[in-house]
């Protein structure tokens, strides 16, 4: 099987993009998907899309943070 490890994404798109057209089998991702990045949001979709295996980064947990944060002040 052939499969793609990568980490420290952080948000780069293209990056990504360019791990899926190695033909791979299979994308397994060791963290910190987003956070200094232009593309967050369409590296989670494309994440949750494409089934990529992934452990949560220390980036990731800081996004997840300070978002329930925020959703706890608005509520």
């Not at 397994?28 to 956070?35: Q, T």
């Amino acid at each position: 099987m052939n499969v793609a490890l990568i980490g420290d994404i952080h948000a780069n798109l293209p990056a990504l993009a360019h791990a899926q057209e190695q033909s791979v089998e299979a994308i397994w991702n060791v963290g910190d998907s987003v956070g200094y990045g232009a593309f967050p949001n369409e590296v989670v979709q494309f994440i949750s899309q494409n089934h990529v295996l992934s452990i949560v980064g220390n980036y990731d947990l800081k996004v997840l943070k300070f978002k329930k944060r925020r959703a706890m002040a608005q509520n």
